[in-house]
């Protein structure tokens, strides 16, 4: 890495609002209802977007060209990082059988740059929860070793009834709410979102400092309850930004209300801070796990929270597990925040931190 | 200096769980295709010896699990609710988690499907190994495209490593623009490079991709190495 990488500019559609600014205020104000979405005889909480069209396509395209127009203009030339964990299943749903896949299983990729009016370099990650960091994580690196300028990163999770049954089967949902790090978590609530991140070489008010990935193979689904693995994620992140822990400002957790990953990161968190545990802030519960969209989602919101300085409670969170012991956020601040560490812990082992720091 | 090993391998969809078992030494269970290759593939690109180094695996893909992903919507249309192993085997960030077993030292994984047909991002892989092994982040990264289709399947394999590994056969550099004689940026070029590397020709051979003008990668033949290029075919 020759050269810093900032975070020029967000966009953000989901379930609490049609901007950053307005997801922040949203989250200010404590909105964390859910919808709902059935599937079968059952019924999930589901944190969807606000949206009347019910043709899949025509949807996703009206969201992705909404936060197309919360930025600025980009040159056709921009490169293009695209994270979603289930692209375009949804329509192939809808249209039914037989299902008419493509040939190449990122061509939804296509149709979203020419939705963007984008023709520059292209690519496609889909690594289940951290797709989008690792989209962030390749824009960053290239852009840091002078091979290009910007970058658009665009993270997509859009409803679909596949995923929803696939972590129903596993029973990774809860029915009630999401309460991370609560001694009465039973599960994640899904949600969708599309957001965006442009990312420059160009100085901007906050940079990355750090970002690195990981994978914790203890087992698919979950995590290594001790957190080690975690925890070698974030210590490799705040290498990377020659950072130590007591630098950080605040944490924005992974924490989605899951019985194992939650005490995995909590763990993970204990090994790194001890006992000076920086402030600690779920966006979960108010916005539905996004999936492949999630780091990106969760950070455009976190970025607009702290330039407002108004950071939020952390919904769901009311009761303490002795086994966890950590207390997330119950109460709105209006500190200032210079650096924040983002965790993300995936399904299917993936795990990534990423350290934003304010511009002096 | 960065040192590459060249492999490609073909498999009857059929075979891939003999091949998988003879490679592992025991079978390996519920694993899906597209792991089985990508664990093959792993394993034949590193030595032993090499395993416990730091890592990484990226790996694109334009069939992705095209399988699975029908079996599932098929699931959906008739049940409702797919079999949890069904729908786990539409994941294919889940492989990475199976390889690690093998693989101690892989440390980070990230999969890129990609969006046309014949066309490949090797050198987006390509540079971001480079810009990783020249930071120190890692030791070793293997760059893979892995598809697996009805009536055939396939690993197409670049091993790079800050040390040259026993069967490194090229050197590899970025570099501002290429010269002499270029490759496209196609699914099968490790093949291709080693169809290269046994007709003789020219000392450098450059990755040319018009989607990335300034992602310049070119190959250079190891001197004082055999070439081993290891092609499998079932």
Redesign the interface.
């Known amino acids: 890495?020759t050269r810093p990488v900032y975070l020029a500019e967000t966009a953000l559609l989901c379930a609490r609002g049609d901007s950053p600014a307005a997801v922040a205020g949203a989250l200010w104000n404590g909105e964390c209802s859910a919808g709902q979405r059935r599937?079968?005889e059952r019924t999930f909480p589901y944190f969807g977007l606000p949206l009347a069209e019910t043709d899949w396509m025509r949807r996703a395209e009206q969201a992705i060209r909404q936060v197309a127009g919360q930025l600025g203009p980009l040159p056709a030339e921009t490169?293009l990082f695209i994270a979603s964990?289930s692209?375009q299943?949804g329509h192939?749903?809808q249209c039914?059988?037989p299902?008419d896949?493509p040939?190449?299983?990122?061509?939804?990729?296509?149709r979203i740059a020419g939705w963007l009016g984008l023709a520059?370099?292209?690519?496609?990650?889909?690594?289940?929860c951290?797709?989008g960091f690792?989209a962030l994580?390749?824009a960053r690196?290239?852009i840091?070793?002078g091979?290009?300028d910007d970058a658009l990163v665009l993270g997509v999770e859009l409803a679909n009834?596949?995923t929803l049954?696939?972590f129903?089967?596993?029973e990774l949902l809860t029915r009630n709410l999401g309460r991370p790090f609560d001694a009465r978590r039973d599960g994640m609530i899904l949600g969708e979102a599309v957001a965006a991140v442009r990312v420059s070489a160009a100085p901007a008010s906050w940079r990355i400092a750090g970002l690195?990935?990981?994978?914790?193979?203890?087992?698919?689904?979950g995590p290594n309850p001790d957190g080690s693995r975690i925890a070698d994620v974030t210590v490799d992140c705040l290498s990377d930004a020659k950072m130590e822990s007591g630098d950080i400002d605040l944490i924005k957790l992974q924490a989605a209300g899951s019985p194992g990953a939650d005490l995995a990161e909590a763990n993970a968190l204990r090994r790194i801070f001890g006992q000076d545990m920086p402030p600690l802030l779920s966006l979960k519960p108010a916005l539905g796990h996004t999936l492949g969209a999630s780091g990106l989602v969760e950070l455009a919101a976190l970025l607009a929270c702290l330039d407002a300085e108004r950071i939020p409670a952390t919904a769901g969170f009311a009761e303490a597990d002795p086994e966890i012991a950590l207390f997330p956020m119950v109460d709105r601040s209006t500190a200032h925040v210079d650096r924040a560490l983002l965790n993300l812990i995936?399904?299917?082992?993936?795990l990534a931190s990423l350290l934003a720091e304010r511009r002096p | 200096m960065i040192a590459v090993v060249t492999l490609s391998q073909h498999f009857a969809p059929a075979e891939l769980p003999g091949a998988v078992r003879a490679a592992l030494g025991k079978p390996l269970r519920r694993a899906a295709p597209l792991t089985r290759l990508a664990l093959a593939g792993a394993l034949a690109c590193l030595p032993a010896e090499c395993r416990q180094r730091p890592t990484a695996l990226l790996w694109q893909s334009t069939s992705g699990p095209r399988l699975e992903t029908l079996v599932l919507l098929d699931e959906m249309r008739v049940d409702g609710e797919p079999l949890p192993y069904d729908f786990l085997a539409t994941q294919p960030a889940i492989a990475a988690a199976q390889i690690q077993a093998v693989l101690p030292g892989l440390q980070s994984a990230m999969h890129l499907p990609l969006d046309s047909e014949g066309a490949a991002n090797w050198s987006l892989l390509l540079a971001l190994a480079v810009g990783w092994l020249a930071d120190g982040r890692y030791e070793q990264v293997l760059c893979a495209q892995i598809d697996h289709w009805a009536d055939a399947a396939s690993g197409h394999w670049l091993a790079l490593s800050r040390t040259p590994l026993e069967n490194s056969s090229l050197r590899l550099q970025l570099v501002n623009k290429a010269t002499g004689d270029a490759l496209a940026d196609t699914p099968d070029l490790p093949a291709r490079l080693a169809d290269w590397l046994a007709s003789g020709a020219g000392p450098t051979l450059s990755l040319r991709s018009p989607a990335a003008p300034r992602l310049a990668v070119e190959f250079a033949r190891l001197q004082s190495t055999r070439h081993r290029h290891v092609r499998i075919r079932f």
Request: glycine share 18%; proline share 3%; aromatic share 10%.
């Open positions: 890495m599937l079968g490169p964990s692209f299943i192939f749903e039914g059988k299902f896949l040939v190449a299983s990122a061509s939804f990729s296509r520059g370099p292209r690519a496609s990650f889909s690594n289940a951290i797709s690792s994580d390749a690196s290239l840091g070793a091979l290009m009834d596949s049954a696939g129903a089967a596993m690195r990935t990981g994978l914790d193979g203890h087992s698919i689904t995936g399904f299917g082992g993936g």
